[in-house]
């Protein structure tokens, strides 16, 4: 069993920086991954960016190429989101995700991922 704690999120201005993190209690497989959902209010659950376990190859949703970057840290079993230029569409509530057995075309499927944590709020003023 997988238990996911996120932390980082807060309030900050347009154009301004948050960076958000994801520690990962009892262990991943090497063929895991372990990503970033949001939802916003009234909008349905987005994917936003995952990253492999094992090889650290990367995948973002194309509205946060560029000003987002995952990273992982297998030594201490966490995960982080470093998000840049940040709109006020960014506003969200992130959700940070793990699974084992994503292919190509699951990988940005909730429904792939069987562990989530609790969330942590974003909120991008103008």
């Known amino acids: 069993q997988v238990q996911l704690v996120e932390s980082g999120g807060g309030l900050v201005q347009a154009g301004g920086s948050l960076r958000l993190s994801c520690a990962a209690s009892?262990?991943?497989?090497?063929?895991?991954?372990m990503g970033w959902f949001r939802q916003a209010p009234g909008k349905e659950r987005e994917f936003v960016a995952t990253?492999?376990?094992?090889?650290?190859?990367?995948y973002y949703v194309d509205s946060v190429k560029g000003r987002f970057t995952i990273s992982r840290d297998k030594a201490k079993n966490t995960a982080s989101l470093q998000m840049n230029s940040l709109n006020v569409e960014d506003t969200a509530v992130y959700y940070c995700?793990?699974?084992?057995?994503?292919?190509?075309?699951?990988?940005?499927?909730?429904?792939?991922?069987?562990?989530w944590g609790q969330g942590t709020q974003v909120t991008v003023s103008s």
């Open positions: 009892g262990g991943l497989s090497n063929s895991g991954a």
């Open positions: 995700v793990a699974g084992t057995g994503l292919i190509l075309s699951n990988l940005r499927t909730g429904a792939a991922y069987a562990y």
């Open positions: 990253i492999r376990w094992n090889s650290g190859h990367t």
